[in-house]
């Protein structure tokens, strides 16, 4: 990138192109590397993974792992697959935790033990 930027500007130092021109093709590069690195982010996006864990006081696990976008659907549209407002009679902002993951939230952003012994994580990773 930082070559194609001297190239440029020797071709104006040079007068092969104007200086207008060498604008123009500097505001383009620049463009490219903004799309570029959005290309990147997104990518990275696209493979984080929602992990739900479970212990009950019980001595029960779940453990449920699932695509960060498919888990963005799931809570959305949820009818029931992944109905989470009460889970084992602990409330979840299920909306918060989709902001959460919408701003790019990673790491553990639930974890709620109750008075009987049951947790529950959510974690992005």
């Keep these: 990138m930082e070559k194609d930027r001297m190239k440029i500007l020797e071709m104006?130092?040079?007068k092969t192109?104007?200086?207008k021109e060498g604008a123009d093709l500097l505001r383009a590069l620049e463009n490219d590397k903004d799309n570029i690195v959005q290309k990147i982010q997104d990518k990275k996006s696209a493979f984080k993974m929602f992990k739900i864990k479970i212990l009950s006081g019980d001595g029960d696990k779940v453990?449920?792992?699932i695509p960060i976008e498919f888990a963005k659907v799931a809570l959305r549209n949820g009818k029931g697959f992944?109905?989470?407002d009460q889970i084992q009679g602990m409330d979840l902002d299920i909306e918060m935790i989709l902001d959460m993951i919408?701003?790019?939230a990673v790491g553990k952003i639930v974890d709620i033990e109750s008075a009987d012994g049951d947790t529950i994580e959510i974690v992005i990773e």
Aim: charged share 20%.
């Design 12 to 14: 104006i130092q040079n």
């Design 17 to 19: 192109i104007t200086a």
């Design 63 to 65: 453990n449920v792992q």
């Design 82 to 84: 992944m109905k989470m």
């Design 102 to 104: 919408d701003k790019g």
